[in-house]
């Protein structure tokens, strides 16, 4: 089986989607999933991690960005709803 660097969004959602209607996955791992891929694929926590204090607090204040930092390392990013 391939692991997810081997997969495309579009293949990761598929396989989400079709785990779903099989009713092996529950939605949360069904969500979880595509998540999980999409910060491992497209989200660069190395550069988020080297913002200025005042830029994430700018991104905080504009965009409702919130980062959970842990040992100095990101564990989450969250976005609110507006």
């Given at each position: 089986?391939?692991n ?7 293949d ?16 949360k791992?069904t969500i979880d999933?595509i998540c999980n891929?999409?910060e491992e ?6 550069a ?14 504009s965009y409702?960005?919130?980062?959970d930092?842990?040992?100095g390392s990101?564990?989450?990013i ?5």
């Amino acid at each position: 089986m391939k692991n997810n660097s081997e997969f495309g969004l579009r293949d990761i959602v598929a396989v989400a989607v079709n785990s779903l209607d099989a009713g092996i996955e529950s939605r949360k791992d069904t969500i979880d999933r595509i998540c999980n891929f999409v910060e491992e694929t497209y989200i660069r926590k190395q550069a988020i991690e080297a913002l200025p204090v005042e830029a994430m607090y700018n991104l905080n204040e504009s965009y409702g960005i919130s980062v959970d930092v842990m040992a100095g390392s990101i564990k989450d990013i969250k976005i609110e709803n507006s």
